[in-house]
């Protein structure tokens, strides 16, 4: 089956603990992104990445920092997590940027 | 931010009648599409339509693009109680390979 997984799900942590989330796709794609969520705001870019070895800034990139060593995943760390963290985070995958997306179920954070 | 603005925020409408939400974005747009999402789950993908189409149906839903006002609109015929979710556009611009959303209208059928 296609998808996008992502772990944990949820997540309670506390300031400056670094932690790591994890995104896998299983349809070969270029195209990888991470999200974030909040009441009002939509979706918001963290970063995202064309392909093996290259990622770039999305609209707030800043307190996060992925890899993306494998096509297939694309992990998501937060070396030292504040309150202002405290969110629902997605990762997706596409072939390209301007095709469909598929998205993992979502991860929420919360950071105390 | 290029971030889309969507209106309304918030719909509520009896079920079998038509949804409209309207969505405006910013900048030279390569491809428009709509996602929906249910109650903080993953977003679905519902349709793409290209800089180069003005309407695109599939099935009860229809969305035209109007990219000399940079906006778009998703209509819902027929409403279901299923289709009470929140829905968001989406736009990747012409140059570039960053993905912004809208901030998503709340749809609620009361059935």
């Known amino acids: 089956e296609a998808q996008v997984t992502q772990n944990p799900r949820y997540l309670i942590t506390v300031t400056g603990k670094k932690l790591t989330v994890t995104c896998s796709q299983n349809?070969?794609?270029?195209?990888m992104s991470w999200y974030r969520q909040d009441p009002g705001l939509g979706l918001r870019q963290i970063y995202y990445?064309?392909?093996?070895?290259?990622?770039d800034k999305g609209d707030v990139p800043e307190g996060y920092k992925v890899s993306r060593k494998e096509k297939r995943n694309f992990p998501l760390i937060l070396e030292s997590p504040s309150p202002n963290q405290t969110s629902l985070y997605f990762c997706?995958?596409?072939?390209?940027?301007?095709?469909?997306?598929?998205f993992g179920p979502g991860t929420r954070l919360t950071v105390t | 931010s290029q971030q889309g603005e969507e209106d309304p925020q918030a719909l509520s409408i009896q079920e079998g009648e038509n949804a409209t939400m309207n969505c405006s974005y910013k900048?030279?747009?390569?491809?428009l599409q709509w996602y929906r999402q249910n109650s903080g789950r993953g977003l679905v993908h519902l349709i793409l339509?290209?800089?180069?189409?003005r309407e695109k149906h599939s099935g009860r839903l229809r969305v035209t693009l109007d990219t000399s006002k940079k906006s778009s609109s998703l209509l819902i015929t027929a409403s279901r109680a299923a289709d009470t979710a929140s829905y968001f556009c989406?736009?990747?611009?012409?140059?570039?390979?960053?993905?912004?959303f809208g901030t998503g209208t709340s749809l609620t059928v009361i059935p």
């Open positions: 989406a736009t990747v611009s012409f140059t570039g390979n960053q993905f912004y």
């Open positions: 339509i290209r800089s180069n189409e």
């Open positions: 349809m070969n794609h270029e195209y």
């Open positions: 900048t030279s747009i390569n491809n």
């Open positions: 990445s064309m392909n093996v070895e290259v990622t």
């Open positions: 997706a995958s596409s072939f390209s940027p301007w095709s469909e997306q598929y």
